[in-house]
Nanobody
Framework: QVQIVESGGGLVQPGGSLRLSCTAS????????IGWFRQAPGKGREGVSC????????YVDDSVKDRFTISRTDDKSTVYLQMNSLKPEDTAVYYC???????????WGQGTQVTVSS
């Protein structure tokens, strides 16, 4: 089992920045990959970004790749999603998920709310 702690959400004005954090603990193989998803009101959940054990494995969805970056701490337990130039359409609950691979994320955090509004 994996324990997931998310933080960093909040209210920000359009054009602002936020950094989301996801810290995982437990059996290491179960958080080899850590990803971020989001769900806006009335919409389905969509993948935003994911990273494996190497920086080269990082993936950011085309819809946000010019504004969002993902990174991982040296001990591999924490992943950051840096979100810049935020837009109202980025408003959503952001979820962290972990697993052995980015294609097989199976452990989910409780979500953190991001609201972009003036």
């Amino acid at each position: 089992q994996v324990q997931i702690v998310e933080s960093g959400g909040g209210l920000v004005q359009p054009g602002g920045s936020l950094r989301l954090s996801c810290t995982a603990s437990g059996r290491r193989v179960d958080y080899f990959a850590i990803g971020w998803f989001r769900q806006a009101p009335g919409k389905g959940r969509e993948g935003v970004s994911c990273i494996g054990m190497s920086a080269e494995s990082a993936y950011v969805d085309d819809s946000v790749k010019d504004r969002f970056t993902i990174s991982r701490t040296d001990d591999k337990s924490t992943v950051y999603l840096q979100m810049n130039s935020l837009k109202p359409e980025d408003t959503a609950v952001y979820y962290c998920a972990t697993g052995k691979f980015c294609s097989a994320l199976e452990y989910w955090g409780q979500g953190t709310q991001v609201t972009v509004s003036s």
